[in-house]
């Protein structure tokens, strides 16, 4: 399974990279970080059948949950069977912002 790195987010969205970056927290989750990370667009993971196949397929797609674990793993599984270029946050939401990376609010 593809993974990404904080320092490897950042530098793709500094460099202008074309990619998909979605939110996969849990919506409790979400609305209690009340931030996000610029760019993402939120989908519930409860959700994913009714939603992946909506997911832009000539780009690679990079997903979060909150801790990098269980949510964003298996969605970037399930997407990269698609056939999807599809990896997960290494360390989720906290990573990114424990790193001090900057976030935006919802």
Do not use: N
Request: aromatic share 8%.
């Amino acid at each position: 399974m593809s993974r990404i790195t904080v320092c490897e987010l950042a530098e793709w969205q500094a460099a202008g990279c074309t990619f998909t970056l979605l939110d996969v927290r849990r919506v409790a989750v979400r609305t209690a970080d009340a931030a996000e990370i610029h760019g993402a667009r939120w989908l519930d993971p409860d959700s994913l059948f009714t939603w992946k196949d909506s997911v832009p397929r000539d780009r690679p797609v990079v997903l979060y949950c909150a801790h990098g674990h269980e949510i964003s793993q298996g969605i970037a599984a399930t997407l990269e069977a698609m056939g999807l270029d599809a990896r997960y946050l290494i360390d989720g939401f906290a990573g990114w912002r424990d790193a001090g990376r900057p976030t935006q609010g919802l």
